[in-house]
């Protein structure tokens, strides 16, 4: 069964950067549409970035011009570079993978399969002014 484990979040203050890591096993990440998403009360995911499976990403307008998404087909990992963060950046991030293209907002999985998606856990960002 595929799974995704996520890491690389932590506390930073306003202006800093992170770069959360998104590792696929069991499957390989290029062979699907991987997207980060970031949790919001009531366990709903709203997508922040995506990259298909041939290669073309997509960001939400909050995060155009500081977020950078990328994949390394080695490592079998997705990457989300994060500059220029502010407090409203704060929240947790979690890594999907589907065979179809990401939904703009969906219930956030809890780690494993659901359906023809994966999800991971999630790591947790925080931006201090």
């Known amino acids: 069964e595929g799974q995704l484990a996520e890491s690389g979040g932590g506390s930073v203050q306003a202006g800093g950067s992170l770069t959360l890591s998104c590792t696929a096993a069991?499957?390989?990440?290029?062979?699907?549409?991987m997207g980060w998403y970031r949790q919001v009360p009531g366990n709903e995911c709203e997508l922040v970035s995506s990259?298909?499976?041939?290669?073309?990403?997509y960001y939400e307008d909050p995060v155009k011009g500081r977020f950078t998404i990328s994949q390394d087909g080695a490592k079998n990992t997705v990457y989300l570079q994060m500059n220029n963060m502010s407090c409203e950046d704060t929240y947790v991030y979690i890594c999907?993978?589907?065979?179809?293209?990401?939904?703009?907002?969906?219930?956030?999985?809890?780690?494993?399969?659901?359906?023809?998606?994966?999800w991971g856990l999630g790591t947790r960002v925080s931006i201090s002014s």
């Open positions: 990259i298909s499976a041939n290669g073309r990403t």
């Open positions: 069991g499957f390989t990440s290029h062979d699907f549409h």
């Open positions: 999907a993978a589907s065979r179809k293209p990401q939904p703009r907002l969906t219930r956030c999985g809890s780690g494993g399969a659901r359906g023809d998606s994966f």
